[in-house]
């Protein structure tokens, strides 16, 4: 089986083209074992890129522990540069089904191969049982959820994969690594969150770290990314342009006044091709 290794701001993932190759037997099985750092490829999980009926290609995402995603903002943004640059689709402008619908997005070309891809990530959803989350509110604003580090404020938004985000003065270790696995698996997430640890910085600008479900924590999240940047408008510490800072890299956000849909603009690079067997 052909692979090819790829990231989004150090977010990596194994890559397969399954268009042109046949779908892996077990896609979750493969997942854990590619993912592994040790002794597979190493990675943050698995992403199938799929023949569509209905767009350029069809993204399906494994995290490093088997489970199917939804979407991923970094994940996608590689695909279109996979898609691209490696003649699936020759097309300025491609649609990428997900999890999340059939997605549009902007390819920026340097010296002919992707270089960076600017996502229309749709309408953030907001409404607390679609994100889906046991919590009150549309969406649930700054509610208090207890952790090992005590009580801390969440606000809830799903870009097609749920997300807690959670405001901070300072972002350490123990938050990211006691509270984002317990909360991840709180009783008021059915489907598991993500959770994000925010430092605001400026009306313009965020720092920020997320515990991924079902990776833990990761160099990166766009979709965690763009429910930060809604989460900052909701609450009033963010302009509608923002930048996002990751472990990474950085991300250009914009939830859009007039289409009410979320734009995130970001680098796709390829690492390595190689051959898993079997």
């Known amino acids: 089986m052909r692979f090819i290794k790829m990231h989004g701001i150090g977010n990596d993932y194994v890559y397969v083209d399954c ?22 490829v190493g990675g943050d999980g698995l992403i199938l890129v799929c023949p569509s009926d209905k767009a350029d290609a069809r993204m399906r995402m494994f995290n490093a522990d088997g489970s199917e995603s939804e979407m991923c903002g970094n994940g996608v ?21 997900t999890g999340r619908g059939v997605l549009q997005l902007d390819l920026h070309l340097k010296n002919g191969l992707v270089d960076s891809v600017t996502v229309d990530m749709g ?7 679609a994100i889906p989350t046991t919590l009150t509110g549309t ?12 009580i801390l404020k969440v606000t809830c938004v799903s870009m097609g994969n749920p997300h807690a985000v959670i405001f901070v003065d300072a972002i350490t270790d123990a938050l990211v690594h006691q509270a984002g696995p317990v909360l991840e698996r ?4 059915p489907r598991r969150a993500n959770i994000e640890f925010v430092k605001v910085l400026s009306c313009e600008r965020f720092e920020m770290r997320v515990w991924e479900r079902g990776s833990g924590e990761t160099l990166a999240c766009g979709t965690g990314a763009c429910a930060v940047a809604v989460a900052g408008i909701l609450t009033g510490r963010l302009d ?9 890299g950085s991300l250009q956000l914009e939830w859009s006044q007039a289409t009410n849909h979320v734009l995130m603009t970001g680098p796709a690079a390829e690492v390595f091709v190689g051959e898993w067997p079997g």
């Open 186 to 189: 709180h009783p008021a997430f």
């Open 139 to 150: 969406p649930p604003v700054e509610v208090e959820l207890e952790s090992p580090l005590g």
């Open 240 to 248: 509608r342009r923002c930048e996002g800072k990751l472990l990474g």
């Open 19 to 40: 268009v042109n190759q046949p779908m892996p037997a077990d896609p979750a099985a493969l997942a854990r074992v590619v993912s592994d750092r040790h002794f597979g």
């Open 77 to 97: 943004r590689c695909v279109a540069k996979m898609v691209y640059d490696h003649g699936i689709a020759r097309k300025p402008r491609l649609a990428i089904e």
């Open 123 to 129: 309408e953030p959803i907001l409404e607390a049982s």
